[in-house]
């Protein structure tokens, strides 16, 4: 019996997938309202959400926002910009990508000040590939149930295309009462 529950637990470790949650190629432009953001379902495994932004300066600009929600029993372990790179062929790869403990986005892009954003990066070439959840959150390693919003644009001409891989986990408490439940149940079996 102990050795089902291990396997068990192996197996919810196991089912956690890469996937691709939204792809604006695919699932059209994210929105530009930050009182609105595109709702985004995210699921145990590695989320990717891919995007376009440029000149958001300007009113032919395009900002994205998008939230969604963590539940009861899952967090958030880790946040990486995979990629973002100028589909142009320009130097500029560069977009900024904000993250709010919210769904919506308080903080005023255009005034560039409010209250909510967390945190930030840039996506120059030191933060592609590399484990930004301590910098969006402002120095948290884990994100817990609640609702999530980023905001990503860019302030130059040339478009930015990123991807963001967010990486959603049983959290420990779950696993930890998960496996409780298991050796209770081989206890009162013996
Ligand atoms: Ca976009
Ligand atoms: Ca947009």
């Known amino acids: 019996m102990i050795k089902s529950v291990i396997a068990a637990s192996a197996m919810l470790v196991a089912s956690t997938a890469a996937a691709s949650v939204y792809n604006e190629s695919i699932d059209g432009d994210l929105s530009g309202d930050r009182f609105n953001p595109t709702l985004i ?55 900024f990508v904000g993250l709010a403990f919210d769904s919506i986005f308080d903080f005023d892009p255009d005034a560039f000040t409010g209250p909510g954003l967390e ?11 590399t ?6 959150s402002g120095g948290l390693t884990s994100l817990g149930a609640g609702d999530y919003s980023f ?8 478009i930015t ?10 959290s420990p408490s779950a696993m930890g009462v998960l496996a409780l439940g298991g050796l209770a149940a081989v206890r009162r079996r013996r």
């Not at 905001?151 to 040339?158: A, F, K, R, S």
């Not at 295309?161 to 049983?170: D, K, Q, R, T």
């Open 131 to 136: 484990e930004s959840i301590g910098a969006l």
């Open 119 to 129: 945190g930030f990066v840039l996506t120059d070439m030191s933060v592609v590939g």
């Open 41 to 95: 379902s995210v699921d145990n495994g590695l989320n990717t959400v891919t995007m376009q932004v440029v000149d958001s300066a300007l009113p032919g600009g395009d900002r994205d926002y998008f939230t969604f929600s963590i539940g009861a029993g899952q967090s958030i372990d880790s946040i990486v910009v995979t990629d973002a790179f100028n589909p142009a062929g320009g130097f500029d790869s560069v977009a």
């Open 151 to 158: 905001w990503v644009q860019q302030t130059g001409e040339d």
């Open 161 to 170: 295309e990123l991807s963001l891989a967010i990486n959603v986990v049983p």
